[in-house]
């Protein structure tokens, strides 16, 4: 039971703000992840809507009457954990990673036809799930990766669930690159912003939600995978850096400070405000009505 004197209520269930008291319901805060399909207007009478990138709160804006959309806050998503150690980028590997479900909507046939084109010695090494059951593509979608990487330096590691495991690929990685084509379904990228807390050099797809954390040319790089020569664009950009030393130390000195810009205790803080200026106009509805 929500105890009925809260003064805010944040819910990430879907029907939550329905079956709330009326009291509860104009105190809720539904919180949307994912790019809202219809269902705004059933949250007509919460005092906020967060979303977790603009992107999502562009979506959630276009379904609300304009007069609607002080309502609507962008607060990203934190780091899933405290502040990693002090990385040496000078002990980074050639290694470049890619860290996410194996699945066709992730473009990973874009990265591994762009490495395979790529005179290096360096290393590719996907890292994720495959199976349906993880929201991957398939064992049959794999087998299709494989063979299309044929004997290029690329290694599949499978799925990995232990988070000391997968932060000590990111530690090791100089360059991470995420190609998602997912038009509609990436809303925040969180894998990306996890490597550069460890260091590494991000290579993404140009989906607006990772514009929020990632500025080209200064903490990572851009390319179009809209393009028709998308393949070579990627296969220049994974190329660049391999190449310039003081270009990936630069952008990776810069892609660190997402330790502190997306930090638990900054994101924290952002909604600790946000809750504190609802305190305030509900204090102000309050002294004006009496």
Same mark, same amino acid.
């Given at each position: ?16 703000? +329905? ?10 805060? /539904?919180?949307?992840? #994912? ?5 705004? #207007? ?15 709160? @562009? ?12 309502? =609507?806050?962008?607060?990203?998503? /934190? ?16 290694? +470049? ?62 799925? +990995? ?15 991470? =690159? ?23 050099? /991000? ?13 080209? @040319? ?73």
């Amino acid at each position: 039971m929500v105890p009925a004197d809260s003064d805010i209520v944040v819910t990430n269930t879907f029907w939550a703000s +329905v079956v709330l008291p009326a009291k509860l319901r104009r105190r809720s805060i /539904p919180d949307v992840q #994912r790019m809202p399909k219809g269902q705004m #207007r059933l949250y007509n009478q919460a005092v906020r809507l967060r979303a977790n990138s603009t992107p999502v709160a @562009e979506a959630i804006c276009r379904e609300l009457p304009t007069d609607q959309h002080p309502r =609507v806050v962008m607060i990203p998503n /934190p780091l899933p954990f405290q502040e990693p150690p002090t990385v040496n980028l000078a002990q980074k590997q050639p290694v +470049v990673l890619y860290a996410g479900r194996i699945h066709p909507e992730k473009g990973l046939e874009l990265v591994i036809s762009a490495f395979k084109k790529l005179p290096t010695t360096w290393k590719l090494q996907i890292v994720g799930p495959a199976e349906t059951s993880a929201g991957g593509g398939g064992t049959a979608y794999l087998a299709s990766l494989k063979q299309l990487a044929g004997n290029a330096n690329i290694e599949f590691t499978g799925p +990995v669930y232990d988070m000391e495991l997968l932060n000590r690929y990111y530690a090791e990685a100089s360059i991470f =690159v995420y190609p998602s084509v997912a038009e509609q379904g990436e809303t925040f990228g969180l894998a990306p912003l996890e490597a550069m807390a460890w260091g590494c050099v /991000p290579v993404v797809s140009s989906l607006a939600c990772f514009h929020d954390f990632i500025e080209h @040319e200064h903490n990572g790089l851009i390319f179009d995978h809209r393009a028709n020569d998308a393949i070579s664009l990627l296969g220049k950009t994974i190329e660049r850096l391999q190449h310039d030393a003081a270009l990936r130390a630069e952008l990776a000195t810069r892609a660190l400070d997402v330790r502190q810009s997306h930090s638990i205790s900054c994101i924290a803080s952002q909604f600790i405000q946000e809750f504190e200026r609802i305190i305030q106009e509900q204090g102000i509805n309050k002294l004006a009505t009496v």
